[in-house]
Structure formats: C-alpha cells, structure tokens
C-alpha cells in the first residue's frame, strides 16, 4: 500500500551545517504544521527480530503519529551479543509496511555493522541507520564502537536530533546536536527501575540548557544485561522542561503529543 503522503526525510550529520528557514509570516518562525510524535516501550522478545518488529508494526499503526521513537536496542533487546541487524533485513517488511500505510518514520534500535548500537530510521520506503550511539556503557564497548558524530533528521521542516541512551547522561552530545539547528531532541533509552529518575534529571538538564521538546522512548519489562525491571516511563516534554505526556511502567504503553513551535523567534531551538 502507497503511504498517504510522502516521507520527507533529510540527514544532517556533525560536520553541516542546517540552512534557516525564511520568516514569510512576520512571526519570527516559519509556520509549520504541528509534528505528531509518539514514545512506545513495546513488548519485546529477546533476540527475536520478528516477532519485535511485528510489535513494532502494531504500534506505528495505533499510534497514528508522524514520527515515532522506540527504545535503545527495541528489535533485539538488550542482548550484547546480539546479530546484527541489517537494513534490508526481510523480518522488518512489517515494519515497513506499517510505516507506509501510516505515513510515519520510525526510530527503532539495533545493533548494525560495523558493531554500533544504532537508530535505525524505518519509513515506507525501507530502513536506513540513522544514527549510532556516541557515549558506550562499559559492557557495551566490549564488542561496539562508538558513533563519531551527531545526526538530526529534517522531518517536514522539523530537526529531530537522535540521542541512544547514556548519550542523554553527556552534556556535550545535547550540545553538539543543538549547534545543528533542533526542535526535538528524541532518544531511545534503558534504565532500571531504580534508576528511573536519571530520565528526569536528564530531561531537566536538556530541557534547561537547550529549550527544545524532549521525547524519550524508555525500555519496559525485562531484558539482558541485568535489567530485570527497566523503568518504562517514557515521555514527551515540553521546551520549558513540563511534562506534556507520560506513559506507565508496563510494556505496550505509548503517549503522543503534536508538538508546535514556541511563540518566539528561533522555533524552540537551542
């Protein structure tokens, strides 16, 4: 099935720059139609990429957003050793076909070659990596090497800057995103339960320093690595740093926000 409208998506990497968008309004940001976004912390299978990406699918299609962000490592969890997951993997047509019937970009984890933990980019037309993690956990960079720039994706007009976990705990990676031009700063993350409190804080210091809306897709249920209970509670926050929407703990629990742009000059960017 052909998507409903086209799938507009631009990549800027660490060394460009964006160009600015011309003000025809006379209101200091060019007017854009609100974005739609979802955080999901879907269920997740360990190792088993089918079956996830078919979870994936459902919640791209229940969601009925434009853009919409998993957790770190969503397709495999989080399994050090896991495959590597290719782009032209066949298990993720669901996905993509999910993806064209809803008009949506999906931001799903994964390990890829070249052994970085990654966000792929998932759209009707196929999946692509989009951005791999920077900032590595001790365990982690045992097998994986870490990604060598920041990426922001221009989705409709809007600059999504992609984030994976312990990358929203550096300072310097939200900086580095933001001197690319964003409005959104969206992570897939893992946290234990007792450690759900580093989503806020982090949140908090994004927020403070960069007065961009914040969207964090956080891994629910179980999973490897010792995370017997991950803290779920995935949100969506607002560039003043409120809570605009906020899921439980459980796995298959999403929110949504349309999100628009402040009412002063410079869009919300940091």
Not at 147 to 154: K, R, T
Not at 173 to 197: C, K, N, P
Not at 223 to 240: L, M
Not at 242 to 269: F, H, I, K
Request: proline share 6%; aromatic share 4%.
């Amino acid at each position: 099935m052909r998507p409903r409208y086209e799938v507009i998506l631009r990549v800027d990497h660490g060394a460009d720059r964006p160009t600015a968008r011309v003000d025809h309004t006379g209101g200091g940001v060019e007017s854009r139609t609100p974005l739609r976004l979802a955080v999901v912390q879907p269920p997740c299978v360990p190792l088993d990429v089918a079956a996830n990406a078919r979870a994936h699918a459902a919640a791209v299609r229940a969601a009925r957003a434009r853009v919409v962000v998993f957790p770190e490592l969503s397709l495999t969890g989080y399994e050090l050793d896991a495959p590597v997951v290719s782009v032209d993997d066949p298990r993720l047509a669901p996905l993509v076909e999910a993806c064209a019937e809803a008009g949506a970009l999906a931001l799903a984890g994964a390990p890829v070659t070249g052994d970085h933990i990654a966000m792929l980019a998932v759209t009707g037309g196929g999946a692509t990596v989009a951005y791999r993690k920077m900032w590595l956990g001790d365990a982690e960079a045992r097998r994986f090497r870490p990604g060598d720039a920041p990426v922001v994706l221009d989705v409709d007009g809007w600059r999504v800057g992609l984030a994976i976990c312990k990358d929203t705990g550096v300072a310097a990676h939200a900086d580095r995103t933001a001197a690319l031009g964003i409005d959104v700063y969206a992570a897939g993350v893992l946290e234990s339960a007792r450690d759900a409190a580093v989503i806020d804080q982090r949140v908090h210091r994004i927020t403070t320093a960069h007065q961009v809306w914040v969207a964090v897709a956080s891994f629910a249920g179980s999973t490897g690595g010792g995370y017997t209970e991950a803290a779920g509670r995935s949100g969506v926050w607002t560039p003043d740093g409120e809570v605009y929407a906020r899921a439980g703990t459980d796995p298959g629990e999403s929110v949504s926000a349309s999100l628009t742009s402040p009412d002063r000059g410079g869009g919300g960017r940091g």
